[in-house]
């Protein structure tokens, strides 16, 4: 988390110098602050949601449901919820934080995370309607498999970063 800081933190300032040289610094405050008001509701509830998750989920439904020991239905329910997730990151990264420190498998989350960005159902009606039904079904059958690879992979780094 620190480290994201120092690296945003750095980011900002180049964009602020750049900004401040060019003359737009003020606007890009402005802008800023406009971005920030209308996203607030959205990271509040995310933020709500992600705690309520925490205090609510049994340890027992998280060790049993949840953990890289709950094996294939651990990773069959994060690829469902992650295609599921309405508003994709803003709602899931905050969620798959509170299921973390929940006890939720690294495995099991990568699967969900990876699952909420390539399989999200609630756009498949815009990718329907905009590149048709081919082309859509296909980018989904070919998406299917990446979340649960992704979830085994990411579960088999943290066995050999232990060993």
Avoid: N
């Amino acid at each position: 988390m620190k480290l994201a800081l120092l690296l945003l933190g750095a980011v900002l300032l180049v964009l602020g110098a750049l900004a401040a040289v060019q003359g737009v610094f003020v606007d890009g405050l402005q802008r800023s602050g406009r971005t920030f008001l209308s996203m607030m509701p959205i990271l509040a509830v995310a933020f709500l949601l992600a705690g309520m998750a925490e205090a609510l989920l049994p340890t027992g439904f998280v060790e049993r449901w949840l953990s890289d020991g709950a094996g294939v239905r651990g990773h069959l329910l994060a690829w469902l919820a992650g295609a599921l997730t309405p508003g994709g990151g803003l709602l899931g990264m905050p969620l798959a934080a509170g299921l973390l420190k929940a006890g939720a498998g690294v495995g099991v989350l990568v699967t969900y995370l990876t699952s909420m960005a390539l399989l999200p159902l609630l756009r498949l009606p815009m990718e329907l309607g905009i590149y048709g039904a081919r082309l859509a079904l296909l980018r989904i059958a070919a998406s299917c498999l990446l979340p649960f690879a992704a979830g085994a992979t990411a579960q088999l780094i943290v066995r050999l970063t232990r060993a």
